[in-house]
């Protein structure tokens, strides 16, 4: 019987989080007692846009494949981002974007760039592909090191993954560092902007001056919809014309597509979201910020990152998940060693994880 690819063999593969049920089980717990502060998505389920779908339910036609070109979808996002809709791609989350412009431009004897730490499904899609995956360490108040990433540009170099707001580190990428490295670099720069509604920053606006810009862009977090599974990404003509040739025709659901119709008219609701999780972002900063033994660093998405000085991160988040309070282990890396990254949840879920590490530090 045939193996897998060798790549598939020495990949080290996206760690799954642990399901809510099985947390509960493991601790004695109720599953409606379980807080879900590691996955980065919204505490708010989005009934009103739910109570409209299910009141127009028997209207969408499961039995019939979607639109493959999501056309009326792309329209729709056409007037929330201000690009043209030729310009759009809709994919099943911001992971299949991810992984069409990996098909489309890695294989093994090319490299990708990121900028570490991040999100790790960047290396996980390059490495996939057989690519070798050249990681270059952030500035020690986690910015982007631009000499680092234009040096380790070379000949074999396709993408460059940067992500803005940056997952674990909550920074932006800086507009100077960006069109330097667009200005120096021929092959594609991907943008991963999930936490853009947090902050309101976009490098969109710069898809008309450079043709090899991506940005990729998700439901899942601002919008409240991570169940749903719907991104999508933005570029230039010559681009899109590769990437449509890999984009599976259909990947996503009627049900999905209708649900974010019903989002996209009442941007409002979405908007009402992050202005109380921004709240409550700036609130834990702060409140986070006099408790000794700790650093919480800014953040302009919907998490933090706290750094633990005196007490161990492992057990803190031990004794979290005691109290069904669970947040991210983050790898050990010297940038993230014994830290914790919180999602910002509900002021009553807030308070309650602020009173447990207020006593365990």
């Not at 974007?97 to 490299?111: M, P, T, V």
Request: proline share 5%; aromatic share 8%; with cysteine.
């Amino acid at each position: 019987m045939p193996g897998p690819r060798d790549e598939i063999v020495r990949l080290e593969a996206y760690s799954w989080e642990t399901p809510t049920w099985e947390i509960a089980k493991r601790y004695g717990l109720r599953v409606g007692d379980v807080v879900r502060m590691d996955l980065n998505t919204s505490p708010y389920n989005p009934g009103k846009w739910l109570r409209r779908l299910a009141g127009n339910i028997e209207r969408v036609r499961v039995n019939e494949y979607p639109d493959t070109s999501y056309r009326e979808t792309r329209e729709m996002l056409s007037s929330y981002t201000g690009v043209e809709p030729e310009s759009i791609m809709i994919t099943n989350g911001a992971d299949e974007a991810i992984d069409i412009i990996c098909k489309s431009y890695l294989d093994a004897g090319r490299e990708a760039i990121i900028s570490s730490p991040t999100y790790s499904y960047f290396r996980v899609s390059a490495e996939i592909m057989g690519s070798k995956v050249v990681a270059v360490p952030r500035l020690p108040d986690f910015a982007d090191d631009l000499e680092g990433i234009l040096s380790s540009i070379n000949s074999r170099t396709s993408l460059i993954f940067l992500c803005s707001p940056n997952n674990p580190t909550g920074d932006t990428v800086k507009v100077e560092t960006l069109r330097k490295i667009l200005d120096e670099f021929d092959g594609v720069v991907v943008v991963d902007e999930a936490y853009y509604e947090f902050c309101g920053e976009t490098f969109a606006p710069l898809l008309s001056l450079y043709g090899n810009l991506v940005v990729v862009r998700t439901f899942s977090k601002a919008w409240s919809m991570a169940g749903a599974r719907v991104g999508y990404l933005m570029a230039g003509a010559e681009v899109m014309g590769y990437l449509n040739k890999v984009r599976p025709p259909n990947s996503l659901s009627v049900i999905s597509l209708a649900l974010v119709a019903y989002a996209l008219r009442d941007r409002g609701t979405m908007e009402g979201y992050v202005k109380r999780i921004v709240g409550e972002r700036e609130r834990m900063f702060k409140q986070l910020s006099t408790i000794d033994g700790l650093t919480v660093y800014p953040s302009k998405a919907n998490f933090l990152l706290i750094k633990f000085h005196r007490a161990d991160a492992g057990m803190v988040h031990e004794e979290l998940m005691h109290d069904g309070l669970v947040l991210r282990r983050l790898a050990s890396t010297p940038a993230l060693s014994n830290c914790l990254r919180l999602t910002v949840s509900t002021p009553r879920h807030n308070n309650m994880l602020l009173r447990k590490i207020r006593k365990l530090v």
